[in-house]
């Protein structure tokens, strides 16, 4: 059964960095595109980043551009999110999804809350 384990989420200050993990089984990592979502209190969920299982090409969200990083390990079927330069409006949690065709899974979510 796909199974899909975020962890890296916590607390850090405004300026700050955290590096979030998601480790995946239960399906065939390298042929899935990789996201990470987020969704704080009283918003919708937005996308934050992606990758492509062949090319790794990526796309982020405007609001994260030059900040974060998504990079996948296809060999320990993980994927990663560096979070940089962090800021209060970044607090949410955040959700690993696989995605390929029709099938799209989700993580548990992991918080991440920017607070002084």
């Known amino acids: 059964q796909v199974q899909l384990v975020e962890s890296g989420g916590g607390l850090v200050q405004p300026g700050g960095s955290l590096r979030l993990s998601c480790v995946a089984s239960?399906?065939?990592?390298?042929?899935?595109?990789m996201n990470w979502y987020r969704q704080a209190p009283g918003k919708e969920r937005e996308l934050v980043a992606g990758i492509d299982p062949a090319s790794g090409r990526t796309n982020y969200a405007d609001s994260v551009k030059g900040r974060f990083t998504i990079s996948r390990d296809n060999v320990k079927n993980t994927v990663y999110l560096q979070m940089n330069s962090l800021r209060p409006e970044d607090t949410a949690v955040y959700l690993c999804?696989?995605?390929?065709?029709?099938?799209?899974?989700w993580g548990q979510g992991a918080q991440v809350t920017v607070s002084s």
């Open positions: 999804n696989a995605k390929r065709l029709w099938v799209s899974s």
């Open positions: 239960g399906f065939t990592f390298s042929n899935y595109a």
